[in-house]
Nanobody, 120 residues
Framework: QVQLVESGGGLVQPGGSLRLSCAAS????????MGWYRQAPGKQRELVAV???????NYADSVKGRFTISRDNAKNTVYLQMNSLKHEDTAVYYC??????????????WGQGTQVTVSS
């Protein structure tokens, strides 16, 4: 019904920066919370940052002060600005969104993921 497509991943050196984007499309009535998760090799998927439809944001302690989540509602897009990247930030990053469809039902959607590799 809806699709989320991430972009912006890549290879960066420690201390570098990267900006991820995720655009939603489909039968969208409105989008509530949008967020980013990540999954490193051998580890469980974890929450990175969430931004509700309002102005508040939530971050994992490990990224607080380094990452910034934002959204452009007109474009149905959420961003993740990642600064001061560390080796432990290496993971596949997944976009997530709670989307209210045109039928008024709410569905949690996931993107396919984008690889972020931090290496010297």
């Amino acid at each position: 019904q809806v699709q989320l497509v991430e972009s912006g991943g890549g290879l960066v050196q420690p201390g570098g920066s990267l900006r991820l984007s995720c655009a939603a499309s489909g039968s969208i009535f409105s989008i509530n919370a949008m967020g980013w998760y990540r999954q490193a090799p051998g580890k469980q998927r974890e929450l990175v940052a969430v931004i509700p439809s309002g102005s508040s944001t939530n971050y994992a302690d490990s990224v607080k002060g380094r990452f910034t989540i934002s959204r452009d509602n007109a474009k149905n897009t959420v961003y993740l600005q990642m600064n001061s990247l560390k080796h432990e930030d290496t993971a596949v990053y997944y976009c997530n969104a709670d989307i209210r469809s045109t039928t008024r039902s709410t569905t949690t959607s996931w993107g396919q993921g984008t690889q972020v590799t931090v290496s010297s």
